[in-house]
């Protein structure tokens, strides 16, 4: 079975394709590299992994790596909403406009399994209550509404796709992230042996990368 995973070299895209890669999975990667290849280029030399290096906005180069696929899992992304506020319109080009190009491709190419990382901050802020999946959306931020639009561009779909709402990653990865809260957290008890809390009421629901990735297969 091959799949195609795009944004395949980043924080959750390189722990993933790890484990797809241990499970005898074919894996055909698509990511524009912009932080690197060193992340995956240990998965370089494997026969069963593909590196495609190329922004998800070409679309002539999206349809070749689907050629032959047996599923998809979009994970490309400007991810959060400091850095898709940098360049609004890129951000909304990558985020929505190619997440919808890369759905209606696979309605196309009749790729039955797509998968979908989209963000618990489609809720909005609803501190009195238990989100579930049947809990009402609401979106206050940039990229929250970008991630709702796009779940909205997938649900058309005749194969109903599989949209993931994750919370805030942590935990090792080949491409590690230290903006993410606890990751911060960790490196600084490790480095400055204490850790600075702002504010104190926040809350985030968190999740272990490893577990995310599990979530997928």
């Not at 079975?1 to 484990?19: C, N």
């Not at 190619?98 to 790729?111: S, V, W």
């Not at 618990?120 to 959306?137: A, N, R």
């Not at 639009?149 to 990865?173: Q, V």
Request: with cysteine; charged share 20%; proline share 4%.
């Amino acid at each position: 079975m091959r799949i195609l995973v795009t944004g395949g070299a980043g924080y959750l895209g390189s722990v993933l394709s790890r484990k797809l890669l241990d499970k005898g999975y074919q894996v055909r990667l698509i990511d524009a590299l912009w932080y690197g290849k060193e992340s995956i280029e240990d998965l370089i030399p494997n026969k069963n992994f593909e590196l495609i290096q190329n922004d998800i906005r070409n679309l002539v180069v999206t349809v070749k790596a689907l050629k032959d696929v047996d599923a998809v899992i979009h994970l490309a992304s400007i991810v959060g909403m400091p850095a898709s506020s940098i360049e609004p319109k890129s951000s909304e080009e990558i985020n929505y406009l190619a997440t919808k190009n890369i759905a209606e491709l696979c309605q196309l190419h009749n790729i039955s399994t797509y998968i979908f990382a989209s963000t618990c901050s489609v809720y909005g802020s609803q501190p009195e209550t238990l989100i579930t999946e049947k809990s009402p959306t609401d979106p206050l931020d940039f990229y929250a509404k970008q991630k709702y639009l796009s779940e909205r561009a997938t649900g058309w779909l005749n194969k109903a796709p599989t949209i993931l709402r994750f919370g805030t990653l942590f935990g090792s990865s080949p491409r590690m992230r230290f903006d993410l809260v606890i990751n911060r957290f960790v490196a600084q008890a490790i480095k400055e042996r204490k850790v600075t809390v702002f504010g104190g009421s926040q809350y985030r629901p968190f999740l272990h990368v490893s577990d995310a990735s599990d979530a997928i297969i």
